[in-house]
């Protein structure tokens, strides 16, 4: 089964990727927004949870596969 989901996201260009700059972090091809606040923004993706910390965070654009986070990011942690 893994296979195939690399074959596929090979296919289709679904890598998992986080770019910070000019103060925002754009991420691509999560799988779910769990949790979200002005100070705690939690993203799925596979079995991966990542926490964004900050203070003022604002979802500034979403998309199917990709979302923009901006405010002032302090901290990325995952488990």
Known sequence: MKLIRMVDDY???KKYSMIYKDNGLDIINYTKI????SSLISIKYDD??????GNNLVI??????????TGNITSITFS
């Open 11 to 13: 296919i289709n260009d």
């Open 34 to 37: 769990i949790d979200f606040s």
């Open 48 to 53: 991966k949870i990542y926490y964004i910390e």
């Open 60 to 69: 500034s654009k979403m998309m199917d596969d990709e979302i923009l986070i």
